[in-house]
């Protein structure tokens, strides 16, 4: 009852919330609780209905007494991808947890680990499943909508690995992974073009003859065309008939290629007859780079304010080259500190990751930081730090 105050009158002013949640994550039906729950949100603010995630159906029609009922939905379809429950007759409905590292190939357990530095088939599931989430629950005109599971990989102690769960389609360091190309497609090619690969280029251990059969490609793109080596390799379509409700389904291809000769890989992307976006990519690690960049110019001298540096090994066209490995070292000059591993070991999170800077109190002029990879170089950022009063 404290924590539902608390939440509500915190958070009551800002227009962004359209449901409270008044109940225990998961929890079990309490009616006498969560009547009062959903009373006292009522109380404080009256303008907006209760919700709480559910994970069965059992009794719900005289234990359940909200407004919206929310369903945390982990089941295989039969063919081992992602099934999606019709929404219940009768009340609102909303699908509140999909994918997250449940098992569909297995149709239990919570043992998918989409970690960078791990399997790449899996890594490539991560992105379909949750475009087939959002596909299949579309189907239903009354679900209210898809919240998948989930934005950013955290801290736990459950169906972890180094005490690291691994559910989410970006990493601890806010870094999108392979699982973020179908949410950064779905966006109007008029505010942005995307061609989003659901794959590395890469001709690795893991992936001899390149990604392979059915290789995804999220893009909001008409139809894209593929070059290998600067010749023309295929014409692709949308997949509409095995994603029939996303407004921008992916495009699947052939992509089995010999990794001989350190080939290139060209993808135009076309909206109507124009030409939209081209990406590159290139299998040749002798030019790979070492990036190394900060989120933010200009930082307050408050002791508190801070921003993220980044960094991570990427091909010559600058895209994340996979399973970079190496060791990271920073130094630090001007009124700051280092929050973070230092030296880092990019092998552990796939070649890419991040560290934060702080600024001191009282502090004001410029800070350097320097990044020294051991075989790809050396590069510094500069943040200028400006003092906390006018």
């Given at each position: ?174 870094i999108p992974k392979l699982g973020a190309s179908f949410y950064q497609s779905q966006v109007s090619p008029a505010a942005q ?60 291809c052939d992509l089995t290629v010999n990794g001989g000769g350190t080939p290139e890989l060209r993808i135009d992307g076309y909206v109507a007859a124009r030409l939209a ?114």
């Amino acid at each position: 009852m404290r924590d539902v105050r608390d939440m509500v009158m915190r958070d009551r002013n800002h227009a962004s919330i359209v449901i409270w949640g008044v109940r225990v994550n998961e929890s079990a039906n309490n009616p006498p609780l969560y009547e009062q729950t959903k009373q006292l949100a009522y109380t404080l603010d009256g303008s907006r209905p209760t919700s709480g995630s559910m994970t069965n159906f059992r009794n719900w029609q005289q234990e359940w007494h909200q407004d919206v009922f929310a369903f945390d939905d982990y089941h295989s379809a039969a063919d081992g991808t992602v099934g999606v429950f019709e929404p219940l007759p009768g009340v609102p409905y909303m699908l509140s947890e999909a994918v997250g590292q449940f098992n569909y190939t297995q149709g239990k357990t919570f043992s998918a680990k989409y970690r960078r530095s791990g399997d790449i088939e899996l890594q490539q599931a991560q992105a379909l499943r949750h475009a087939q989430a959002h596909d299949r629950a579309m189907a239903f005109p009354r679900c209210a909508g898809v919240i998948a599971w989930c934005a950013f990989d955290y801290g736990s102690l459950i169906n972890s690995e180094h005490a690291v769960k691994y559910p989410g389609i970006a990493d601890v360091f806010r870094i999108p992974k392979l699982g973020a190309s179908f949410y950064q497609s779905q966006v109007s090619p008029a505010a942005q073009p995307v061609i989003s690969p659901n794959f590395y280029w890469d001709f690795g251990p893991q992936t001899p003859g390149g990604p392979g059969k059915n290789a995804a490609i999220f893009s909001n793109c008409d139809r894209l065309e593929l070059f290998l080596d600067g010749k023309h390799l295929s014409t692709l379509q949308p997949d509409r008939a095995g994603f029939p409700h996303l407004r921008y389904p992916p495009f699947l291809c052939d992509l089995t290629v010999n990794g001989g000769g350190t080939p290139e890989l060209r993808i135009d992307g076309y909206v109507a007859a124009r030409l939209a976006l081209s990406r590159s990519f290139s299998s040749d690690r002798s030019q790979d780079q070492f990036v190394f960049a900060a989120d933010d110019p200009e930082l307050i001298g408050d002791g508190s304010d801070a921003t993220r540096l980044l960094f991570q090994t990427v091909d010559r066209y600058g895209t994340l080259r996979p399973f970079g490995a190496g060791e990271v070292a920073f130094a630090i000059r001007g009124p700051g500190t280092i929050v973070g591993d230092n030296p880092f070991q990019l092998a552990d999170s796939g070649g890419v990751g991040a560290i934060w800077v702080k600024t001191l109190p009282a502090g004001s002029g410029t800070i350097v930081v320097t990044a020294t990879h051991s075989s790809l170089g050396r590069k510094s950022v500069e943040i200028k730090v400006r003092s906390e009063t006018p």
